[in-house]
Nanobody, 116 residues
Framework: QVQLVESGGGLVQPGGSLRLSCAAS???????MGWYRQAPGQQRELVAR???????DYADSVKGRLNNSRDGAKTTVYLQMNSLKPEDTAVYYC???????????WGQGTQVTVSS
């Protein structure tokens, strides 16, 4: 059974930083791993992901401010968020996408609030 455990959300002032973590267990390779977010009244959108081949993709709105990385075992991903803006406020969800079966698993979500 695949499990994703997220941590690191919270309240931060505009211009501040946060780091999210997502640890995966019971995973079946190969897979992409990354982050989506959903603001109130909005659709869930891709923020960043690392593909099984090592390519990193980012939403245009976060390029240059957010950095997605993973550990050497490829079971934990980190989202370093810098220069945060109020429009970054959302619930952030960790996602694992299994390329061999075209299926996904989601984390429980962690709230990020950017406000003064």
């Amino acid at each position: 059974q695949v499990q994703l455990v997220e941590s690191g959300g919270g309240l931060v002032q505009p211009g501040g930083s946060l780091r999210l973590s997502c640890a995966a267990s019971g995973t079946i390779r190969p897979y992409n791993m990354g982050w989506y977010r959903q603001a109130p009244g909005q659709q869930r959108e891709l923020v960043a992901r690392i593909t099984s081949g090592g390519r990193t993709d980012y939403a245009d709105s976060v390029k240059g401010r957010l950095n997605n990385s993973r550990d050497g075992a490829k079971t934990t991903v980190y989202l370093q968020m810098n220069s945060l803006k109020p429009e970054d406020t959302a619930v952030y969800y960790c996602n694992v996408y299994f390329t061999s079966t075209s299926t996904s698993r989601w984390g429980q979500g962690t709230q990020v609030t950017v406000s003064s």
